[in-house]
């Protein structure tokens, strides 16, 4: 078991099992949000220092919100896109939803020891050069990316999750 808390650790999720993949994305979406988190008073930074969001992708099943559940709010770039979950208490950056899908994309910074990215996504939005470093990279996610939330779907037996169940939906803009 893992717990990952805010910067002033009145907000924390416990997590239990291991993490599906860790990738840094760097979509257009993630870059836009990172910089509008990361503009919120008192908060730190998520993205990396070209611009990607580093990730750490966890089953929605092996995730409980440990105490201050009612610090959380989620943050939207567009009322239809994917929630970013922020603990207002500090305003720490927590995770990622998708809606519709089995896992959260917890932020890495969140961890004191974040696992090393092992692909990078989404470089067809990408303006400058990467560092060659040897993390693979992909314009768009690759099949072993897709394989890995596959397998890990088939691990909860194909189970559809709630948008958010542990969320109030307050929003943060």
């Known amino acids: 078991m893992s717990t990952i808390p805010c910067r002033c650790g009145d907000t924390a999720l416990e997590l239990t099992g291991g993490p599906i993949m860790t990738a840094t994305c760097h979509c257009t979406s993630c870059r836009t949000a990172g910089a509008e988190l990361a503009a919120l ?14 990730y750490v992708m966890w ?7 440990l105490r201050g559940a009612g610090h959380l709010r989620e943050h939207r770039l567009s009322p ?8 207002v208490c500090c305003n720490s950056p927590l ?4 809606p519709g899908g089995h896992w959260l994309s ?17 470089l067809m939005d990408v303006d400058g050069p ?13 099949a072993r990316f897709m394989g890995k939330l596959l397998l890990s779907w088939a691990a909860t037996g194909f189970r559809r999750f709630p948008l958010e169940p542990m969320l109030p939906l307050e929003v943060t803009r």
Do not use: C, I, W
């Open 41 to 54: 008073p008192g908060a730190v930074p998520v993205a990396d220092a070209h611009g990607g969001t580093p």
């Open 59 to 65: 089953r929605k099943d092996r995730v409980t919100v």
């Open 80 to 87: 239809k896109g994917s929630r970013r979950v922020v603990a």
């Open 95 to 98: 995770y990622l939803n998708f």
């Open 106 to 122: 917890l932020y890495a910074a969140r961890f004191d020891a974040p696992p090393p990215p092992e692909l990078r996504t989404m």
């Open 130 to 142: 990467l560092p060659d470093d040897g993390v693979p990279g992909a314009k768009r996610q690759t």
